[in-house]
């Protein structure tokens, strides 16, 4: 995979490294394949029971790619991208592997929507999460439909509509996470929980997930409604300032 290191240990679990550390493991088009792919030879490998997901460097995930989305232009290509987008997001709600996210500093945007996809999240002391959709005239389409389910409605109107960063502490308190460690703790004891879980029996615990995961509302009304935002003069405005103002770095939030 072009986007993800995959570890397999001997103890049931992986460890999977979102890898594009100089864009702040940015998602753009290929990350939003190799996810879902991933996750399928997880499946298929019955050596593997749980998975933690984390990202190379000193961030989690910046959030989705710009300079993937700046090439759309229309509705249809726009509603196409979000798709893609989303149904890397239920891939792991939907795969029979556990998946644990191991978010290390910053998860904006899609950062923090795939917090809330994954079945567990462990946050190191220095995270911080936000929808900073909101910034450039968008929404986290993942994040409305599943925000409430996690976070509750209270919350998920907070961080949706004023893009304010929420700190691990916090995203503890608010059930985003359930544990925060010390940085250089974060994958051991992350993964100490993969292995607690994979060590369990297999039917059971997907049973559990599955059940779980059952889907509580559509997410076909986000992809349309996020579409539709992408191509409003407002988002384009406030792209353009976004990139000027930091010297055309690639991410979105």
Known sequence: MTTLIVDRRDDGTALITINRPEKRNAMNHAFFHDLPATLAELDDDPGIHACVITGAGEAFSAGGDIA??????DVPSYRRQVRLALGAFQSLE???????????????????????ACDLALAATDARFAFR???????PGYGLVRGP?????????????????VDAEQALRIGLVHRVTPPDRLI?????????????????VQFGKQFLN?????????????ALLFTTAEHKELIAAFLEARGGRPTRG
Request: glycine share 10%; proline share 1%.
């Open 68 to 73: 993937d989305f700046d090439r759309l232009t």
């Open 149 to 165: 389910e996690t976070l509750g409605r209270g919350w998920t109107r907070w961080m949706a509509l004023t893009g304010e960063e």
């Open 133 to 139: 959709e909101v910034s450039v005239g968008l929404m």
């Open 94 to 116: 939907r795969c029979e592997t556990i998946t644990i996210a191991a978010v290390n500093g910053l998860a904006f945007g899609g950062g923090t929507e795939l917090t809330l």
């Open 188 to 204: 051991e004891e992350s993964l100490a929980v993969a292995a607690r879980i994979a060590a369990n029996p297999t039917v059971a």
């Open 214 to 226: 059952r889907d509580m509302a559509s997410i076909n009304e986000a992809i349309d409604g996020t």
